[in-house]
Every structure is written in C-alpha cells, then in structure tokens.
C-alpha cells in the first residue's frame, strides 16, 4: 500500500500547519529530481539551462501550487524583457518553492535551475539579489536553527541516512520513544503535538527534503563566490551571506570571502561577510587576523560585525571583543540592520554570540 497523508496539513518544526501532501513518488523525488525516462534524456552533456530545465519530469513532483507542470514557466519568466514580468514570476517561485519553511519535492531541482541561471547570467542584473535571496531563503526550514541552536547539515544527513535503513514500524517507535523521553512537561507537550499532527513517516520525507535542497544549493557556493564579485549591491549582499551557510565548502568560500572583504566598501556587505565568516569557522588560518583587524573599524555595524565572528570562529575572546558584543546588544536590541541573517537584527545576534561554543573547534 502506498503511504500518503491527505492534505489536512502537518506540523512543522515549530508548530505551524503547512499543507503537503506525503505520497510515495514524493518519497522517490526527495533526494534526487526524477528524470524523463532515459530514452528522452539527452546523451551529451547538457550545455544550457534551457537544456536542464527540459531533462526535469515537473510533472511527477509537487510544488505549493499543486502545479508543477507550470513551473518551469515561471523559471522561463525570470529571462523576460519585462520587469513586472518577472516580479510576477518570483513571487510565484516563492510560493511554489517554500511555504512556511517546507519545501516540496520540486523545490531541488529549482533550486538548481536558478543556480544554473545565476551562473549562465541569464538573469538580469537588477533581479539577481533577489534570485539569490529566494535561494538563500530554501536553505533551512528556520535559519535560527543554524546560528543559533546548532544545527548542521552534516547531523540531518546521518539521521537520514540511519531513518533509510529503518522500517516504517521502526521509525515509529523511535519517534514514540522521542516523545516520552522529553525532559519536561512542556517540551513533551511540543513532542506529543508533532507526533500527532506529523507522524514518523512525515518527519522523515521532510527530513528528506531539507537535506535535498540544502544540497542543492550548497552546490552553487562556486557561483555566489562569483557575485561576491560581479553583483550588484544587493547580489553582494545576498552571496555573502549565503555562504556563511556552508562550512562544508569553507576551503572555497573563505578565500572569496576574505578577498571580496579587502576591497568592500559597503558597511552591510562588510558585515555580512564577517559574519559569514565566523559562521564558517577556522577553516582558514589568515580569517582570525583579518577578523580582528576590523575590530576598529570607523563603521559601527562593521566592528559589531567582526566581534561576532570572531565569537563565532572559535578564536580566542579578548577584552575589546566582549565590549564590542556587549555595546552591540545593549545598544542595538531591535536595531534592523541591512544585513540578512536574522531578519537584520545584529543586537539579538550578538546577545547569542557568546552564549555558544564555536560550531566548528579546531581539528
């Protein structure tokens, strides 16, 4: 019998409802896009994102829209003359895409498509901030689990990967055990409500799912290290912070960053970058010393910046850094920066900066 679960919603991570319908060629399309049976594939390598837009089956995955054979029209859209022409198409991306941090089955594949687009420079100048703010957007279910409660890619990949070797009956009891093993009343309450509303089965397709698209788009990290030096403002802006999401790639994306950093004017831009680079930790051994020396930076956000990354980096705290991160969100508690990562707010980042052990300790 096929497993599926009627569109009456599932709970998410933090308890919204999102409408996704769970069926058995949904499970088959999570970790890879589902390709034209193999005598329509082309033989030669694919030489254009046309091409690669035309070896997907959109018609055997599922977007927010229940309309997935039209999707592929709002990604043809983007190249368009007409700006509202493609305003019109990215909205309707975001909402295909992504809807309150679940991602469908579609959602890898274009996402790989739009990286594809980004790299061929299909797109035009002005609308590649936002294409890259759309992907950045697909990469976690909630981007707070990643600065803030140690999450990493590297954990739900393994979880995955044990939950592909289990059955359905095991994956089960291990949920229920999940539940009663809460430490408290209210976290079994949470715990209890998940399993209700999602069930085993659920969680992992969607487990399934945030490891897909992550994938996906941590394979477009050579492409935001590109526009880092290419964009635009808001393309800078977006890059950059897009790649403080893969440590798995810090050996390429520490060197973009710290060169795009010496020759960055823009406050926001600057900051973005040293966040990321923090995020990234000591993967490379020249990012404390230039972390530092912004520390006395004549930009504010630009010092604010460097003392949460360095924070973040797992380099050794001195005395100017604490004062930094204390100035920061004492004086910036609901400050809304131009800088991505949580929603701009630079003193509530800060506020969590210290509290954390460095996500990544030295080898």
């Not at 497993?3 to 709970?11: R, V």
């Amino acid at each position: 019998m096929p497993s599926t679960l009627d569109k009456k919603g599932i709970q998410g991570r933090y308890g919204g409802i999102f409408p996704i319908s769970c069926t058995d060629t949904m499970i088959r399309s999570m970790v890879s896009s589902r390709l034209k049976p193999s005598a329509e594939r082309q033989q030669m390598p694919l030489t254009s994102w046309r091409e690669a837009l035309g070896v997907v089956d959109w018609t055997s995955l599922e977007d927010g829209k229940d309309e997935p054979r039209t999707l592929p029209d709002d990604l043809i859209a983007l190249t368009s003359d007409d700006a509202y022409v493609r305003e019109v198409a990215l909205e309707s991306l975001g909402e295909r895409l992504s809807v309150e941090g679940v991602r469908y089955s579609a959602t890898p594949p274009a996402a790989s498509l739009l990286i594809r687009m980004l790299r061929e420079e299909v797109i035009a100048g002005a609308d590649t901030g936002a294409v890259l703010r759309l992907i950045r957007r697909l990469v976690f279910s909630d981007e707070d689990d990643y600065l803030f409660d140690g999450f990493t890619a590297e954990g739900l990949r393994a979880i995955v990967l044990r939950k592909s070797r289990q059955s359905e009956s095991e994956r089960d009891a291990e949920l229920r055990r999940w539940v009663e093993e809460a430490p408290t009343p209210e976290s079994r309450k949470k715990r209890e409500s998940n399993y209700k509303w999602m069930g085993a089965e659920a969680i992992y397709q969607l487990e399934k799912l945030e490891i897909a698209t992550h994938d996906s788009i941590m394979e477009g990290v050579p492409v935001y290290c590109t526009y880092l030096v290419i964009g635009e403002r808001a393309a800078r802006l977006q890059a950059a912070a897009l790649l403080g999401y893969f440590p798995e790639r810090a050996v390429e994306s520490m060197p973009a960053l710290l060169g795009a950093l010496d020759s960055e004017t823009d406050p926001d831009i600057m900051a973005t970058m040293l966040i990321a680079i923090g995020l990234l930790g000591p993967g490379s051994e020249p990012a404390a010393p230039a972390l530092r020396s912004h520390l006395s930076s004549p930009e504010t956000i630009v010092r604010w910046a460097s003392a949460i990354a360095l924070a973040w980096h797992g380099a050794a705290i001195d005395g100017l850094t604490l004062r930094l991160l204390r100035e920061c969100f004492t004086s910036a508690d609901e400050l809304q920066t131009g800088i991505p990562y949580h929603y701009g707010l630079i003193g509530h980042i800060a506020e969590e900066a210290p509290k954390r052990l460095p996500r990544h300790p030295t080898p």
